[in-house]
C-alpha cells in the first residue's frame, strides 16, 4: 500500500479542490435539521398542550351532573358520564399514539434524506471530481444511492453491535452475570475485526454499485491481507479527528462567554467544524479505498 505520507498528499489535494463543495454539502443539512426540528419542537408542544387541556373526567362529571334535572336519574347519568369520560380517555390515547408514529415517521425521513443523502452527495463529489461537479449535482447524483446506503450502514451497525447484544442477552438469560463485563472486553476484538473489514462499504456502493451484503462482502475482500495497514492508517484518522475536535471545541468554549452573538458564532462554528471533518473522513476513506484498488489490481 501507498506509505502514510503520501496518502496524505492525495488526501489533502482532493479535500483543497473540493473543499467549497465538500463543506457545503454538509452544512446544508444540519440548517435544514435545525429548522425542521425547531418546527416539530413547536407542533409536538402545541399538540402536547391541546391534550392537556382536554377536559378531565372530574370537570366532565361534575358538568353533566349540573346540567342534569332530575337528580333521581344520576345512575342513568352515571353511565353517560362514564362513557363520555371513556371516550375523550380513548381520544387523548389515539393523540399520543399518532404523535408518537409521526415522531418516529420524522426522524426517520431526517435521518435518511438529511443524514444518508449528503453522505452519498459527498462521496458523489468525490468519486466525481474531475468533473469538479458542484453541490446541487452532488446531490442530485447522490439521490439515487440513499437507500442502499442506508440498508448497507444497517447491517454494518447490526454486524458490529450484534455481537455484543447477543452475548449480553445470552449472559442475562443463563444468568452469568458475572461475565458480561469480561465478555465484553474480549469482544472488542472481533468488533473491531468487523469494523475494519466492512468500513469501506460506502465507497464499494456508490463506485462499484454493489448492495446490501455484496458491499460487506466486497469491502472484507479488499481489506484482505492488509488488515493491519489499513488499521493503523484508519487509528491515525481516528486520532486527527479527535485532535481538531478538541481544539475547535476548546476555541468555541471561549467564545460562547461572549454575549448572544457569541452564541450565535459559536453554533455555527460547531455546525462549520462538524462539516469540515466528516469531508475529510470521507476523502480519507475515499483515498484509502483506491489505493486498495489498485493495489488488488498490482496482485491480481
Known amino acids: 500500500m501507498v506509505k502514510i505520507g503520501k496518502l496524505f498528499d492525495q488526501v489533502i489535494e482532493v479535500f483543497s479542490s473540493r473543499f467549497w463543495t465538500l463543506v457545503g454539502i454538509r452544512v446544508i443539512p444540519f440548517a435544514v435539521v435545525s429548522f425542521l426540528l425547531i418546527i416539530f419542537m413547536v407542533a409536538i408542544s402545541f399538540l ?15 358538568e353533566i351532573s349540573q346540567n342534569l334535572s332530575v337528580r333521581g336519574a344520576l345512575t342513568g347519568s352515571g353511565e353517560v358520564v362514564d362513557g363520555l369520560s371513556a371516550s375523550m380517555a380513548g381520544a387523548n390515547l389515539s393523540l399520543w399514539v399518532v404523535l408518537f ?4 415517521v420524522v426522524i426517520f425521513l431526517a435521518v435518511l434524506f438529511l443524514l444518508i443523502w449528503p453522505w452519498s452527495a459527498s462521496l458523489h463529489a468525490i468519486r466525481d471530481r474531475e ?14 444511492k440513499i437507500l442502499s446506503l442506508f440498508w448497507a450502514s444497517f ?3 447490526l454486524i458490529i453491535s450484534g455481537l455484543f447484544l447477543i452475548f449480553i442477552l445470552i449472559a442475562l438469560v443463563s444468568g452469568i452475570y458475572f461475565l458480561i463485563v469480561p465478555g465484553l472486553i474480549f469482544l472488542i ?16 456502493l456508490i463506485v462499484e454499485g454493489k448492495k ?16 493491519w495497514e489499513v488499521l493503523g492508517r484508519l487509528i491515525i484518522l481516528i486520532l486527527i ?17 461572549l454575549p448572544i452573538i457569541g452564541i450565535l458564532i459559536s453554533v455555527l462554528g460547531t455546525v462549520l467544524l462538524q462539516a469540515l471533518v466528516d469531508s475529510f473522513r470521507d476523502a480519507f476513506g475515499y483515498m484509502l479505498y483506491e489505493d486498495l484498488i489498485r493495489v488488488e489490481k498490482e496482485e491480481g
Request: proline letters at 2%.
Open 48 to 62: 402536547g398542550f391541546l391534550a392537556m387541556e382536554a377536559p378531565s373526567e372530574a370537570l366532565l362529571t361534575e
Open 241 to 257: 479527528i479527535l485532535a481538531v475536535t478538541f481544539v475547535g471545541e476548546l476555541i468555541l468554549e471561549r467564545i460562547i462567554v
Open 131 to 144: 468533473e469538479k461537479i458542484g453541490i446541487i449535482e452532488s446531490y442530485k447524483r447522490g439521490l439515487s
Open 212 to 227: 446490501g451484503a455484496n458491499a460487506l462482502a466486497r469491502s472484507r475482500d479488499l481489506v484482505s491481507g492488509h488488515g
Open 189 to 204: 476484538f472481533p468488533g473491531i475485526l468487523f469494523a475494519v473489514w466492512f468500513w469501506f462499504f460506502d465507497y464499494v
Open 155 to 157: 447491517l454494518y451497525i
Open 101 to 104: 408514529f409521526a415522531s418516529f
